[in-house]
C-alpha cells in the first residue's frame, strides 16, 4: 500500500478510499494488497487526479513486491491442474445423474401400467377383518379397557 500510495503521489488512506470508491484497481489477498497503476509513470504528484479502469495498468503489490504475469499464469495454471479432478467427477456425477432419472422415469412408466391393470381387473369383495376388540361401534374406544371388570 506504501509503495502504491508513493507512486501516485498519496497518502496510504487515500489509496484506500479510491480502491473503495473504485476509481482505482486493487484486489486484497490476505492482509495484502494488490493495487494495479497507470503504466506511465506520473511527471508530478497529484492528490486530485482520478483513475479509471480503462487506464492501462500494471499490477504491483502494494506492500512487498511487484507481481509478474508470468507468476500469475502459474498460479491460475495450478488451480486448474488441482481442479481438474473434482470437474471430471462433476461430469461423471451429471452422467450418472441422468440414468438414475431415466431409470426412475421407466420405473414409474411401469408402475402406471400395472396400476391401470390392476384398476381394469375384477375386484373380490372380500369383508374387511373386524377389530380385534370385537367392542360394539357405539361403545368409546377406552370402554374396552373397562369391559373387564
Known amino acids: 500500500m506504501r509503495e502504491a500510495a508513493q507512486r501516485l503521489g498519496l497518502s496510504e488512506r487515500g489509496v484506500l478510499k479510491r480502491i473503495h470508491a473504485g ?7 490476505g492482509k495484502r494488497w494488490v493495487v494495479f497503476l497507470p503504466a506511465e509513470p506520473r511527471s508530478e504528484p497529484s492528490r486530485t487526479a482520478n483513475r479509471t479502469s480503462s487506464e492501462p495498468t500494471e499490477p504491483i503489490e502494494a506492500e512487498y513486491r511487484v507481481v509478474p504475469a508470468e507468476q500469475q499464469a502459474a498460479v491460475v495454471n495450478l488451480v486448474q491442474q488441482m481442479i481438474a479432478p473434482f470437474v471430471k467427477e462433476l461430469g461423471e456425477t451429471k452422467e ?12 414409474q412408466a411401469r408402475l402406471s401400467a400395472l396400476e391401470e391393470r390392476h384398476a381394469e381387473s375384477p375386484t373380490q369383495a ?10 360394539p361401534p357405539d361403545m368409546p374406544w377406552w370402554a374396552f379397557w373397562r369391559r373387564a371388570d
Open 23 to 29: 476509481t482505482l484497481r486493487a484486489e486484497r489477498h
Open 96 to 107: 450418472q445423474l441422468g440414468r438414475v432419472t431415466a431409470e426412475r422415469d421407466a420405473l
Open 126 to 135: 372380500s369383508s374387511a377383518p373386524q377389530t380385534a376388540t370385537d367392542a
